[in-house]
């Protein structure tokens, strides 16, 4: 196995680990509710969108490279892409930076709007045992 695609393979593993270690942060930690059912949900979702994103940057790329090709410069294209050899340790796991970002964002997000729906229903609840009360006297 190459080295450089070794080096991909655990930078990408330890990106992922990182990345559900931050999301479930995220979350509220250990004082954090439903983290799987949340995270699965928004996880599928995501992917779905960054599979289209990802699809459209391809398509971006193999338009230009046609065009390149078009315009009699198949060497220049060649020679960027053996170039970018070297990134391959660097863009393979950004895709999954920006996934477990977006994550983050989203379910501190969902976590921030379960707590509120959580207070609001204690405190609705504690305005209808202070009319009960009220109404009792």
């Given at each position: 196995?190459?080295?450089?695609?070794?080096w991909?393979?655990?930078?990408?593993?330890?990106?992922?680990?990182?990345?559900?270690?931050?999301?479930?942060?995220?979350?509220?930690?250990?004082?954090?509710?439903?983290?799987?059912?949340?995270?699965?949900?928004?996880?599928?979702?995501?992917?779905?969108?960054?599979?289209?994103?990802?699809?459209?940057?391809?398509?971006?790329?193999?338009?230009?490279?046609?065009?390149?090709?078009?315009?009699?410069?198949?060497?220049?294209?060649?020679?960027?892409?053996m170039?970018?050899?070297?990134?391959?340790?660097?863009?393979?796991?950004?895709?999954?930076?920006?996934?477990?970002?977006?994550?983050?964002?989203?379910?501190?997000?969902?976590?921030?709007?379960?707590?509120?729906?959580?207070?609001?229903?204690?405190?609705?609840?504690?305005?209808?045992?202070?009319?009960?009360?009220?109404?009792?006297?």
């Amino acid at each position: 196995m190459d080295s450089e695609v070794c080096w991909s393979c655990w930078l990408t593993v330890l990106t992922q680990i990182a990345g559900m270690i931050y999301v479930y942060f995220r979350n509220g930690g250990a004082n954090g509710r439903e983290f799987l059912p949340r995270f699965f949900a928004l996880h599928v979702a995501l992917c779905v969108r960054f599979i289209v994103g990802s699809m459209l940057v391809v398509a971006q790329a193999a338009l230009l490279a046609a065009l390149l090709t078009f315009l009699h410069a198949p060497g220049a294209l060649f020679i960027a892409l053996m170039g970018m050899g070297g990134m391959l340790l660097l863009v393979t796991p950004a895709p999954f930076v920006l996934l477990f970002w977006r994550m983050g964002r989203h379910m501190h997000d969902v976590a921030k709007a379960s707590a509120l729906n959580a207070n609001d229903v204690h405190a609705i609840d504690a305005d209808a045992m202070g009319e009960v009360a009220n109404g009792a006297r």
